[in-house]
């Protein structure tokens, strides 16, 4: 039987062989994603961001479980930068997605960051994809909210929880004002600790004052010991009024429709990229260009002018 029959079966190894072809981006990955395309759109994306450490995976194991429990099949997706700046490497306690058996009904895939080729952000969005079409009714999506491409991951998610801890920055003034951007729901986790009080009272006004005029959602703060399982019921109840709130205002469709008008848009700069820019910087008249400009007899501008033009006639 071949891979994509056994996918359409449920096959979990199907599936995480699917995954690397389109993550590899092997050929015919593009007619692939094309026909799981049109099986997706029933899954909801709630994507988890936050520092490192923050407790972001414990979180989603617990959310995986909670919504498995309540009979959705779960799909995670972990993107794990291993930039120096995340720390990821440093932090020896962090958890690893491991706790999911075989079988559980819960898949966990991480994805492979290091030189992910035509980007991260479009990666982990046709991963997402994938497994949409496999049936997941829930796609958990983990990134750690360092820098603009993991914003940009969870900015294609239906629902995005932000997840700080008591010692975030020590004041929320510091916090990274990108992060507090894209929160639909606010998570203090580790409320065990010391200080989480504070920073729950400085969010909750923080966020009322930066609610946009144009939206009546006011974005809740919610407090969790993700480690103990505590107040994940709450956070569950958040998530499904946010859902409602957006279907029940429209915004729910026009966000999807606004995610394939960017998606179109993704696709075509990364094969323009491919097909031109590579193509381009292969030729060996490329380095005569760079020559000349090194040598002051052109610039970068008309250069490019220059080669835009050949491409735009098909000389290229
Ligand atoms: N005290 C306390 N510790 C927690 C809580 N949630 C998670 N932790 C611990 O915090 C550490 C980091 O948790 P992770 O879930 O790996 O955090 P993360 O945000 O996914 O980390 P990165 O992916 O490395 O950014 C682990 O040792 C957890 O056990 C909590 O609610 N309270
Ligand atoms: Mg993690």
Redesign the pocket.
């Known amino acids: 039987m071949s891979v994509l029959s056994r996918f359409q079966q449920g096959d979990f190894r199907a599936l995480s062989r699917i995954i690397s072809f389109v993550e590899n981006r092997k050929d015919g990955y593009r007619e692939l994603l094309g026909n799981l395309y049109r099986q997706s759109g029933r899954a909801i994306r709630i994507g988890v961001t ?12 617990r959310l995986a479980h909670t919504y498995f429990a309540g009979g959705s099949k779960v799909g995670i997706v ?1 993107v ?1 930068p291993t930039s120096p700046f ?3 490497a440093l ?1 020896g ?4 997605m491991n706790e999911f058996e075989p079988g559980s009904g819960v898949f966990f895939r991480s994805m492979a960051t290091r030189g992910a080729s035509g980007g991260l952000a479009s990666s982990t969005d046709n991963v997402a994809i994938v497994l949409d079409a496999f049936g997941f009714d829930v796609v958990l999506i ?1 990134t ?1 909210g360092v820098g603009q491409v993991e914003l940009d991951i969870v900015d294609a998610c239906d629902v995005v929880l932000v ?1 700080v801890v008591p010692e975030s920055g020590d004041s929320v003034q510091t916090m990274k004002a990108g992060l507090m951007e894209i929160a639909d729901i606010m998570v203090v ?5 010391p200080g989480s009080d504070k920073i729950i009272s400085e969010l909750n006004t923080t966020m009322q004052m930066r609610q946009p005029a144009d939206s009546d959602w006011a974005v809740p703060v919610v407090a ?5 399982n ?1 107040n994940i019921d709450v956070l569950c109840g958040r998530l499904t009024e946010y859902l409602d709130f957006k279907r029940e205002a429209g915004v729910f469709e026009e966000e999807r429709r606004r995610r394939i008008e960017k998606k179109i848009l993704a696709i075509l700069i990364n094969r323009f990229h491919d097909e031109f820019v590579d193509r381009l910087t292969q030729q060996v008249e490329f380095e005569q260009y760079v020559d000349e400009t090194y040598q002051g007899k052109s610039s970068p501008y008309d250069i490019a002018d220059e080669l835009y033009r050949r491409f735009s006639g098909k000389q290229l």
């Open positions: 936050g520092p490192p450490g923050a407790g972001k995976s414990t979180l989603v194991n972990a794990d995340t720390g990821g932090l306690d962090r958890v690893r983990e750690v997840v986790n580790k409320a065990d600790r969790t010991v993700a480690i103990k505590e």
